[in-house]
């Protein structure tokens, strides 16, 4: 595959976002839901409208991962959103990370982390944090890879099938070292 680029979005990006993201996200999660109207905002919530309307915040930084100039992934974060465990101030949401099937395992999601955790400490930020559904074994694999440890759990707020809604809340100390596995 055509090496993997990652580059700061801009408001332009904001209708490949919105075909990028609800395929990525249904891709990977659609086992989660029974409820169609639930599944369909959860959709709706990856579409071009919000990502017109995260481009705008002043606390959201967003990064795009391109293979031969086509979008195929996404990065967003929250600067100064707190983390739900430890309350801790200084830190960065890592809200959404997500990448097309295809374009998975060649390194970009490593990549988008990486530009992610450099501009944080740029900003003087001490961590970075996020969370991700207990049943998402190969997300959970990555985030270890990358250096992330578990800071505790929650319950996703959006109704999906019964047993399905544990989270795990993950962070990832700045200039911490990597992880070997
Ligand atoms: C999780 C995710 C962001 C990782 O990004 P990525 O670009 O694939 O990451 P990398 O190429 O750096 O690989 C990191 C590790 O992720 C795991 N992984 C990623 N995709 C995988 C896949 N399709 N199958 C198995 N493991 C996978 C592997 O452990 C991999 O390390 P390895 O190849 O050395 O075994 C990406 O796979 C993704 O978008 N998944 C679907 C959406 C998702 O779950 N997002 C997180 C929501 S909180």
Same mark, same amino acid.
């Given at each position: 595959?055509?090496? =993997?680029?990652? !580059?700061?979005?801009?408001?332009? @990006?904001? /209708?490949? +976002?919105?075909?990028?993201?609800? =395929?990525?996200?249904?891709?990977? /999660? ?23 309307? +995260?481009?705008?915040?002043? @606390? ?7 293979? #031969?100039?086509?979008? *195929? ?5 929250? *600067?100064?959103? +707190?983390?739900? *465990? ?5 830190? #960065? ?9 295809? =374009? ?5 999601? %490593?990549? +988008?982390? @990486? ?11 001490? /961590?970075?944090?996020?969370? *991700?559904?207990? $049943?998402?074994?190969?997300? !959970?694999? #990555? /985030? =270890? ?7 505790? $759990? ?25 992880? %070997?596995?």
């Amino acid at each position: 595959m055509t090496a =993997a680029a990652v !580059r700061s979005a801009i408001p332009e @990006d904001a /209708y490949m +976002l919105g075909i990028i993201g609800p =395929a990525a996200y249904a891709e990977a /999660y659609a086992y989660l839901w029974d409820r169609p109207d639930a599944y369909s905002e959860q959709l709706q919530s990856f579409g071009q409208h919000a990502f017109e309307a +995260l481009l705008t915040r002043t @606390d959201a930084r967003v990064w795009v991962g391109e293979v #031969a100039g086509n979008m *195929v992934g996404f990065l967003s974060m929250i *600067v100064g959103s +707190l983390d739900p *465990v430890e309350h801790r101030a200084g830190g #960065a949401e890592l809200p959404r990370i997500y990448i097309l099937g295809p =374009a998975q395992r060649v390194g970009l999601g %490593r990549l +988008l982390v @990486d530009a992610a955790v450099e501009q944080a400490a740029a900003e003087g930020l001490s /961590y970075v944090w996020l969370d *991700v559904m207990a $049943s998402a074994d190969r997300a !959970r694999h #990555a /985030y =270890a890879k990358w250096g992330f440890h578990e800071l505790g $759990s929650k319950r996703f707020e959006k109704t999906v099938k019964a047993g399905l809604s544990d989270m795990v809340v993950l962070a990832k100390e700045i200039n911490a070292p990597q992880a %070997r596995l």
